[in-house]
């Protein structure tokens, strides 16, 4: 039970392009792993942001009062300022990944994060 | 086909449908759907090993139409997937087992049919899916396979060392 040098270099190739392939795909990720931001208000949509490297837009949901600011930035969405009582939106932090949100429950705004392009693997990977 | 060939070949028949179905119970990572251990493999291996190509075409074939059978689905995707997958790895694997064994063991026979195996299961994912997109995953499917190609090996070679072989005589 030993590997000849051939298992060996097999077992080396394959490993290096794996290794090589996950780099490249990281590096130049773009299109296969595109998030978007889903923001709604009082359960209607407002606007979808599409959350990609190089992106930069700072905008107010609200009035004078009940406002949230929303802060896009790249790959990341966060609340940056918001009036409401618990502060609970702004403390969650920037999000990026695609079952992540921010809820202010208050002024009943809703950021989700979703897959920009949808590809239906999971129903067919069982 | 002498009398006891067809039985052991029956018996590799149903070990490797029942490690097929049971690997269809095992969770997959969401990080690289298509891989799978390849236990049914071992038997795919271990027939092209002790018996020959169309011996492992056998037992592969009724393998892949009882597994799907079992699951429910014998028309659904699950099962091209089986198809494409065990077909390629198999005609690799009888292809270096006869012309380049040699250089190469079983191992790394088996390593690069596991390669195949999860190369063509990503490729045929790509075409049911109708996109390239699911070729990203083609580096996360070839790195799981190498390992598990591996221990694949390894076990047929154990299960080759411990079997008599006066057994088929």
């Known amino acids: ?126 | 086909m002498k009398t006891k060939h067809m039985v052991l070949l029956g018996l590799l028949t149903a070990g490797a449908a029942i490690l097929h179905i049971v690997e269809s119970w095992l969770p997959t990572p969401a990080s690289a759907p298509g891989v799978k251990l390849g236990l049914a493999n071992v038997v795919s291996l271990f027939a092209l090993a002790f018996f020959g190509p169309r011996e492992a075409l056998y037992v592969l074939g009724a393998r892949i139409v009882l597994g799907g059978l079992f699951s429910g689905a014998i028309a659904g995707p699950a099962v091209f997937l089986s198809i494409s997958g065990g077909m390629t790895s198999l005609l690799v694997m009888a292809l270096l087992n006869r012309w380049a064994q040699p250089p190469f063991s079983l191992i790394g026979v088996s390593v690069l049919g596991a390669t195949a195996h999860n190369a063509a299961q990503v490729a045929a994912a790509a075409i049911l899916v109708g996109s390239p997109g699911v070729l990203w995953y083609l580096p996360y499917a070839v790195l799981f396979a190498v390992p598990l190609g591996a221990v694949t090996g390894m076990t047929a070679l154990f299960a080759l060392a411990k079997l008599p072989q006066k057994s088929l005589s």
Not at chain 1, 15 to 35: E, Q, R, T
Not at chain 1, 51 to 62: A, H, N, Q, S
Not at chain 1, 76 to 102: F, H, N, S
Request: charged letters at 20%.
């Open chain 1, 1 to 126: 039970m030993r590997l000849t040098w051939a298992d060996k270099i097999a077992i080396g190739l394959l490993l290096a392009f794996s290794l090589g392939g996950i780099v490249y795909s990281l590096y130049f990720m773009p299109v296969a792993g595109l998030k978007q931001a889903e923001i709604s208000v009082d359960g209607r949509p407002y606007k979808t942001v599409l959350l990609r490297p190089g992106y930069k837009e700072t905008f107010r949901i609200g009035g004078a009062s009940q406002y949230n600011v929303i802060e896009a930035d790249g790959a990341r969405i966060r609340v940056l300022e918001a009036d409401c009582p618990d502060q609970i939106c702004v403390k969650t932090g920037w999000v990026r990944q695609a079952p992540q949100q921010i809820v202010c429950l208050p002024w009943r705004t809703v950021i989700r994060v979703t897959e920009a392009g949808q590809t239906d693997i999971d129903e067919i990977a069982r």
